[in-house]
Each structure stands twice: as structure tokens, then as C-alpha cells.
């Protein structure tokens, strides 16, 4: 497999990326110091969290015991955890947008995207009622996040049990007053958060009538905007296939995992955006 397809990055990503957590990736810890170089050991992050292979595969490629492979990625997730969200996950105003030519192309008076994605996780030891998702049908784990009109993420609410609706997520993550004078596009699932912030959302059709062609109208609008957060999701989760499979690891690990996959794809967003910016649009 070439580097790329490994760590999801060119050799020159790869190192910018590196370079962010270097300070963190080379201090040193209490106790039994491990021989294994920054460059070795974000790279084993990477490919871990790109290919999700067990720790026993892992082990084989990387030629250390099992041992060592989940010491150096549990102390990897620590290290580049903070160094990358903070370089790459921010919250962009209204104006900031605009001022780089991103807007939404029907509602471009809205500030952002809200969606939450699950994930199948292994059955819980504990909790497993609150876990469980009757529409999945199986235990999943949730992540709200928020998205800007270039599609990047610009706030992450994540490790949620599964039964928990998408709505109660949405007052439990405290932003509604981040959307008191630019709108948030947001689907059904959200009905009613527009009593106490401005939101966007498809109408629902009423119980004795049919949607008029105007509401239909409406709606596909909403919808050709919000897909902007689906193909994000796509992103993130293709590159990142411990997101996209169901997840073995520790629930209280999971936030961070969620949040340095975020700020990864984020990065790469920048590089190769989901859109066309709205100039090259209008040429």
C-alpha cells in the first residue's frame, strides 16, 4: 500500500499535520519511557483510525507487541487531541464566511448546518437500554456537528447514547445563541428549535392535506443546501474507516477519536473542498 493510501495524506500533509503536535508528540512522560520516534507513532494514529485494523494486525506490520501498539496509540490520541482541534476545528462568523466567498446557495443568510451521524458500537457491558437506537436497530453512539457553508466543521457534540433524540442533543450542546441573528439549517428531526433561535427546516406535510407545490418547493431548496453536511460525512467517514465500522474501542475514548477525525478532514477539506466557491460558481 503507498503512504497515502495508509495514513489518507501525502508525505507533505503528513508532515504539516505532524509538525502542528511535535511538542506534544516528543514530550516526555512519567515512568517507562517508549522508544518510538513522533513520525512512528502518528503514523501508526493514522493508520490506525484510516484502515481500523485490530491492535494483533497492527502489531504484525508495525513489529511490536500488542502491548506497546495500544500504549503508543492510547498516548498518540492524547497528544495530537488538542494541537489539531485546536488548529483546525473554529467557529467562523457570519462575516468570516462571506469575506472567503463561502455562502450557501439558497439560504445564504444562514450561518451553518446541524446533523447528527451514529455509529454502530459493540454491545455495552453496562447501559445497554440507553445505548440502543430503535430506528438502528442496534447500540449506536452519536455525534452532533456543526458545518459552515464550505462544508468544514465548526463544532462537535459527540459521544451521545444512542436513544437519545436528535432535538434533546441540539439543546443539551448549548449553541442556540450562536443562531440569535443568522439562521442554522436543520432537517425534520428539529422541528420546533426555531422557538428559540432562527432555523430553517423542511415543512412537515399536515395530516389532511398534501404539501403545496410552493412547500415542496421550499423543501427541495432546504435540502439541496443540507446535503453539503451529508457529502462531509462521507468524507469523513470513507477517510476514516474507524467511523464507518462498527467501533470496538472505549466509549470514553470515543469523543476525541470523533473530534481528531474531524480536524483531520477539515484539513482536508482546505485542500480539496467539497464545493466550488461561490466565484467559481457565478464564471
Known amino acids: 500500500m503507498t503512504f497515502r493510501n495508509l495514513t489518507g495524506f501525502s508525505n507533505l500533509e503528513f508532515e504539516t499535520l505532524k509538525n502542528i503536535c511535535l511538542p506534544r508528540l516528543t514530550r516526555r512522560?512519567?515512568?517507562?519511557?517508549?522508544?518510538?520516534?513522533?513520525?512512528?507513532?502518528?503514523?501508526?494514529?493514522?493508520?490506525w483510525l484510516r484502515k481500523y485494523p485490530t491492535f494483533e494486525e497492527l502489531s504484525i506490520a508495525f513489529r511490536m507487541t500488542k502491548r506497546k501498539i495500544y500504549t503508543v496509540i492510547k498516548n498518540a490520541i492524547e497528544d495530537v487531541h488538542q494541537p489539531l482541534v485546536s488548529e483546525y476545528i473554529k467557529w467562523y462568523s457570519k462575516q468570516e464566511q462571506e469575506q472567503n466567498n463561502f455562502a450557501f446557495t439558497n439560504f445564504p443568510q444562514?450561518?451553518?448546518?446541524?446533523?447528527?451521524?451514529?455509529?454502530?458500537?459493540?454491545?455495552p457491558t453496562e447501559n445497554q437500554r440507553g445505548w440502543y437506537s430503535g430506528k438502528?436497530?442496534?447500540?449506536?453512539?452519536?455525534?452532533?456537528?456543526?458545518?459552515?457553508?464550505?462544508?468544514?466543521?465548526?463544532?462537535?457534540?459527540s459521544g451521545i447514547n444512542g436513544r437519545v433524540h436528535d432535538i434533546a442533543i441540539w439543546r443539551n450542546s448549548n449553541v442556540e445563541e450562536q443562531f440569535q441573528n443568522n439562521p442554522i439549517l436543520a432537517d425534520k428531526a428539529?422541528?420546533?428549535?426555531?422557538?428559540?433561535?432562527q432555523a430553517i427546516i423542511p415543512i412537515r406535510k399536515p395530516r389532511n392535506?398534501?404539501?403545496?407545490?410552493?412547500?415542496?418547493?421550499?423543501?427541495?431548496?432546504?435540502?439541496?443546501?443540507?446535503?453539503?453536511?451529508?457529502?462531509?460525512?462521507?468524507?469523513?467517514?470513507?477517510?476514516?474507516?474507524?467511523?464507518?465500522?462498527?467501533?470496538?474501542?472505549?466509549?470514553?475514548?470515543?469523543?476525541?477519536?470523533?473530534?481528531i477525525c474531524c480536524a483531520l478532514t477539515n484539513f482536508d477539506v482546505q485542500l480539496r473542498p467539497l464545493r466550488r466557491r461561490n466565484t467559481e460558481n457565478q464564471n
Open 209 to 259: 392535506r398534501e404539501l403545496t407545490e410552493n412547500e415542496k418547493s421550499f423543501n427541495k431548496r432546504v435540502s439541496s443546501d443540507r446535503i453539503l453536511i451529508e457529502n462531509y460525512y462521507a468524507r469523513l467517514k470513507n477517510k476514516f474507516k474507524i467511523l464507518s465500522y462498527r467501533y470496538r474501542g472505549s466509549i470514553t475514548e470515543y469523543k476525541k477519536i470523533f473530534e
Open 29 to 47: 512522560r512519567v515512568g517507562r519511557q517508549q522508544n518510538i520516534t513522533a513520525h512512528r507513532k502518528f503514523f501508526v494514529l493514522l493508520t
Open 110 to 123: 444562514c450561518l451553518a448546518i446541524v446533523d447528527v451521524t451514529v455509529q454502530p458500537i459493540k454491545r
Open 136 to 157: 438502528h436497530k442496534t447500540h449506536v453512539i452519536k455525534s452532533q456537528t456543526i458545518n459552515g457553508a464550505d462544508g468544514r466543521v465548526m463544532h462537535v457534540y
Open 190 to 197: 428539529y422541528i420546533g428549535i426555531q422557538h428559540n433561535c
